[in-house]
């Protein structure tokens, strides 16, 4: 699952079956000036140089870095894998949010040095990874028994250098819908039927925005129709093929009309009050999911997870999923393998099976993580997928065809610092009495400064 700090875009193609092309994977100059902000756990787990464990039994330890909760350990993967290589043990350091972990990732990556037999790319960060430390890394494409069709082609793509070097296998996706309350809906004298609900506002964000206008207008007390302006913007631009950057590594952030209409239009919805004023995965926006204080919210499969997590026993079953205007991706993770780790033929074994569709249904099962596998979307654990939130809504079939709809977008490797500029500095401050041009300039003076850092 998902680092909840600022989970970045996917990508994908349209219709039903994923078209075979390639994202475009950006040049970047890496910031070689990033602290060691993260320790790394000893390859051995007992401080032996030789990685071998401290039962005497001389079993080879693989260490994975991994940040935020992805699942593995909670679905029994790790356990899984030992039983059926006895001479493995598998250990992992895990940094709680990526802002920590990543900078320290790029320093031994820099360095080639203190890295773990695995390591966790989150997918805002892997433009960056794939442009400046290819080398670093094994090319998982040459590795005996991983086969790239087994992945949705803009997965593949993601962590693919341009001469066709695979840093990455990819674990978990993102796909956008909307999660919504449905007792609320029916309060404000709104559909809550999925698809009817999917009907307000199908094909075009801005129906979105006058669905809220409409709750707002016999909306229970203390309620707003969306959670927050960042959950808002964030959900419109990961269903844009580009953003921040184009084709050619550009920042184009600012010149970019989807960008700023995408700003343009949250701003409006914070302006007339149908989102709330918290930023996402803070206390404050925490308290809002405990108390039912807003009826819709930009939903990746990993969001139930957190609801779920927030959420009062008595908000059981009564959320639902529908389609989301547009298709995007928000979230997602990927494995890689350094060279200079210790072990490196059992890391890539590992990793290969690790993220093979099976392994992925069950972390799905399990975790809600989603699968990258297109193949795992017709295993019972995705099809036959329910959740105490949402009840008996189909949620994996209906994540899956989101997931194998969305755009292949251009990812740029500062993506998260221009998307937190854009919610943390931006949007959010509408809501405090801002005007939309004061919160553009705000916005991006923040972010370029943040450039040139």
């Known amino acids: 699952m998902r680092a909840f700090t600022l989970p970045p875009s996917r990508l994908?193609?349209?219709?039903?079956?994923?078209?075979?092309?390639?994202?475009?994977?950006?040049?970047?100059?890496?910031?070689?000036?990033?602290?060691?902000?993260?320790?790394?756990?000893?390859?051995?787990?007992?401080?032996?140089?030789?990685?071998?464990?401290?039962?005497?039994?001389?079993?080879?330890?693989?260490?994975?870095?991994?940040?935020?909760?992805?699942?593995?350990?909670?679905?029994?993967?790790?356990?899984?894998y030992e039983k059926l290589h006895p001479d493995i043990k598998i250990t992992d350091n895990v940094v709680e949010r990526n802002e920590n972990y990543y900078p320290a990732l790029l320093n031994h990556l820099t360095t080639n040095s203190g890295l773990m037999d695995v390591q966790a790319v989150e997918v805002g960060n892997i433009a960056e990874i794939v442009a400046t430390q290819a080398d670093k890394l094994v090319d998982m494409s040459k590795v005996s028994g991983v086969d790239k069709s087994k992945w949705l082609d803009w997965k593949w793509a993601q962590a693919t250098t341009k001469d066709g070097r695979t840093v990455g296998l990819g674990t978990d996706v993102g796909p956008m819908a909307i999660c919504y309350r449905k007792d609320l809906f029916e309060k404000a004298g709104l559909p809550t039927d999925r698809e009817e609900v999917g009907k307000l506002w199908a094909g075009d964000w801005s129906k979105l925005v006058d669905a809220g206008e409409k709750y707002k207008a016999k909306a229970p007390k203390g309620t707003t129709f969306m959670d927050s302006p960042g959950g808002l913007i964030n959900a419109i631009l990961s269903s844009e093929k580009e953003k921040f950057y184009d084709s050619s590594g550009k920042v184009t952030y600012k010149t970019n009309p989807a960008v700023k209409s995408a700003f343009d239009l949250t701003a409006k919805a914070a302006e007339e009050g149908l989102v709330g004023a918290q930023t996402q995965f803070q206390p404050a926006w925490d308290t809002t999911i405990a108390h039912s204080k807003f009826a819709t919210v930009a939903c990746p499969p990993w969001m139930l997870g957190y609801i779920k997590g927030k959420s009062k026993p008595e908000s059981a079953g009564k959320w639902d999923v529908a389609a989301a205007p547009k298709s995007g991706n928000w979230g997602g993770t990927f494995l890689a393998v350094p060279k200079s780790g210790k072990h490196v033929k059992e890391a890539e074994a590992f990793i290969t099976w690790l993220t093979a569709p099976e392994q992925q249904a069950k972390l799905f099962k399990v975790q809600g993580s989603f699968p990258s596998a297109p193949s795992a979307y017709s295993s019972s654990a995705v099809t036959g997928a329910k959740n105490e939130m949402t009840g008996d809504s189909p949620i994996g079939t209906i994540f899956a065809k989101a997931a194998q709809s969305s755009p292949v977008q251009t990812i740029g490797p500062k993506d998260q610092i221009i998307q937190q500029g854009l919610t943390d500095n931006g949007v959010i401050l509408v809501t405090k009495g801002k005007s939309p041009e004061e919160a553009w300039n705000t916005a991006t003076k923040t972010i370029d400064n943040n450039l040139d850092k």
Not at 31 to 42: V, W, Y
Not at 43 to 59: C, F, Q, V
């Open 12 to 80: 994908r193609s349209s219709g039903g079956t994923p078209i075979v092309r390639r994202a475009v994977v950006l040049a970047a100059v890496a910031s070689l000036g990033a602290g060691l902000l993260a320790g790394c756990a000893d390859d051995s787990g007992d401080g032996a140089s030789d990685g071998s464990s401290s039962d005497g039994k001389g079993k080879t330890t693989l260490t994975l870095g991994l940040f935020g909760t992805q699942g593995f350990k909670e679905a029994g993967l790790y356990t899984e």
